[in-house]
């Protein structure tokens, strides 16, 4: 039997209306969301990702800014216009698309951002937050795959999660928010000894290494949830993911396709963090 396939087009469309809906509330109360997003140099697949953001922005009511900046602009500008940001009440969220040219540290440009404003729960602060089970704001990409397990109402409490991939952006992160639903973690990565040993134990599977196809079928447990978040390209430009789908989606009980799995839902959680950032920064005024 064919697995259940999570579209995250149509699931992160039904969020949307919800944005929508909350962004045009704000508004008319004076708070409308805003989102900055820098991008400095010129790589061709960090403009789409922008450009996507930018749009996704206007079309559910978030005020959007895009500031794009040549590969030579300094630490200093950038610090300059973050710190700029930073104090602007129009922006409820900034973020810096990575990743950076060489000569800036990115850590520094990191933590120059208010935690408040944080969109991509980079800072230690944010982090701090996540990690003792606490979040103001969750991840994109890892609150993304939250929201595609709860579509599915899958019951996390008790479930053995394995997490192949250990990055600060979606495994770390990942496994944090799965730890604190109930579920059991392992997290692995790319060089863990006998993966598949690991990767068929799992209730549910998130594969987030940027590696082709090192999920295989017979590596995955019969009925799995498998969630497929890491994406690379080839030389000719052909997408391709984590997770040999052809043969997986005959193994697994759900999985999610790339395209239109994960990455719809990463953007539309990136509006969603700016919402609830107009919504805290709305209630606080509302208390003074």
Known sequence: MSAQIINGNL??????????????????????????????????????????????????????????????????????????????????????QLPIPDHIDERKVIEAIDPEKDMDCFSVVNSGNLMVGHPVIRPCTPYGVMKMLESINYPLRGAHAVVVGASNIVGKPMAMLLLQAGATITICN???????????????????????NIITADMIKPGAVVIDVGVERDENGKLYSDVDFANAKDVAGYITPVPGGVGPMTITMLLVNTIEAAERRLKARQQQ
């Open 11 to 96: 699931l992160a469309q039904s969020i949307r209306e919800d944005i929508a809906k909350r962004a045009a509330e704000l508004t008319a109360q004076g708070e409308q969301p805003g989102l900055a997003v820098i991008l400095v140099g010129d790589s061709a697949a960090s403009m789409v990702y922008v450009m996507n953001k930018e749009k996704a922005c206007n079309a559910n009511g978030i005020y959007s800014v895009l500031e794009k900046y040549d590969a030579d602009f300094t630490e200093a500008a950038l610090l300059e216009r973050i710190d700029a940001l930073n104090k602007d009440p129009k922006i409820h969220g900034i973020l810096v």
């Open 190 to 212: 790319s060089k863990t000894r006998d993966l598949a040993f690991h990767t068929r134990l799992a209730d549910i599977l998130i594969a987030a290494t940027g590696r082709r």
